[in-house]
């Protein structure tokens, strides 16, 4: 399977630099696998397509900070870091993008200062995979502070302005919690507190995992053929509670819903055959995962999917391509394009039912 099979063409100024000013305002592609229809409506409009007994589940990881600008120690360079996730689990020592990565080396040092004087000081330890650093930290007091302090939110590449203090809330889904993810879970952005609440009024669970977004959003599909891609492993977790309250809307024969290709990936890393009943559960616990859903795949749990307009050949659209099909998909996306949906993180939606 050839990536180009995943391309499309996308003018430039379809690529949503900001958000909407109401989350829940933003557009919303419904796309009926049963009968091909494509409807067109608002996001708020997501709640005359979830029925009683179906789970949304949602991944509640939070943005951190994660984006750093420094000056190499004795020459005063300008250096920006990246981090990609802790390499320790204590927060000291990360794996970090770097730029230009060819002026930093083993053993070299780099000081992010903010405004009130508070310092933290990173030195390079080693090397990482893809040109990376493993950094080490020192810092006074706790680094997650030092992190708010002096760090800004990590935005794509393709949102070409600088981050804002608005991008610290923006950035973030409203139910967002354990802090972790250099890149938000975006399809969850476009829910409020307020659809969330209407959502379980009219009956519908909603049920919260946790994978921190990593490496991986960052890096592109290198290789001609989809086969040959690797991914990058993340971290997630999955509560009791959650399990169970997935498992239950299996068993009654309501619909997993997944808001988001994160929360799509740990599902389906996460399902266990239940020799019982011949369907596939959702088991609790930590893991990692590496797993890379493309056309070929068999979903286990996740049975619709609430999702953004994502970029041309990347992971992403092979996923949704999965759970759907590729042409049809692309179909979808060339009618967005004509439609000047807005596409990627701060863009607008699409539900796959």
Not at 83 to 109: A, C, S
Not at 336 to 346: I, L, M, W
Request: proline share 4%.
């Amino acid at each position: 399977m050839r990536v180009e099979d995943f391309d499309y063409n996308l003018p430039e100024e379809l690529i949503a630099q900001k958000p909407v000013k109401d989350r829940d305002t933003c557009r919303l592609m419904v796309v009926d696998r049963k009968t091909g229809e494509i409807s067109h409506r608002h996001f708020y409009d997501v709640l005359d397509y979830l029925e009683p007994g179906d789970c949304l589940l949602m991944n509640d990881s939070r943005v951190i900070p994660a984006r750093l600008y420094g000056v190499k120690e004795g020459t005063g360079a300008n250096i920006e870091f990246l981090l990609i996730k802790r390499v320790d689990g204590e927060g000291e020592t990360w794996e970090t993008m770097v730029r230009p990565g060819r002026r930093l080396k083993i053993g070299d040092r780099v000081v992010f200062n903010n405004q009130d004087g508070h310092k933290l000081i990173a030195e390079i330890l080693d090397y990482g995979e893809d040109g990376t650093r493993h950094v080490r930290f020192d810092y006074d007091g706790i680094f997650m502070e030092r992190l708010e302090e002096i760090g800004t939110m990590p935005l794509p590449p393709y949102i070409e302005r600088p981050s804002t203090d608005e991008d610290r809330e923006d950035y973030q889904t409203v139910y967002s919690k354990i802090d972790g993810s250099v890149a938000a879970p975006t399809a969850g952005l476009h829910f409020t507190d307020e659809l969330l609440k209407k959502a379980e009024e009219k009956g519908v669970r909603l049920a919260y995992l946790t994978l921190h977004v990593g490496i991986g959003t960052f890096r592109p599909v290198k290789v001609d053929t989809v086969e040959d891609h690797h991914m990058h492993f993340e971290e997630y977790f999955i509560s009791e509670e959650t399990a169970a309250v997935v498992n239950e809307t299996i068993a009654s024969g309501g619909r997993v819903i997944s808001v988001g290709t994160t929360s799509t990936r740990t599902a389906e890393s996460a399902a266990e055959l239940d020799e019982a009943s011949g369907k596939y559960l959702l088991k609790p616990g930590s893991g990692s995962t590496d797993i890379f859903i493309y056309p070929g795949y068999e979903f286990k749990i996740v049975d619709s999917l609430i999702t953004n307009f994502h970029l041309p050949k990347s992971t992403l659209i092979m996923l949704i391509s999965a759970l759907y099909d590729r042409e049809k998909i692309l179909a979808a996306y060339e009618e967005a394009v004509e439609e000047k949906y807005r596409f990627f993180s701060y863009g607008d939606a699409m539900l796959i039912l």
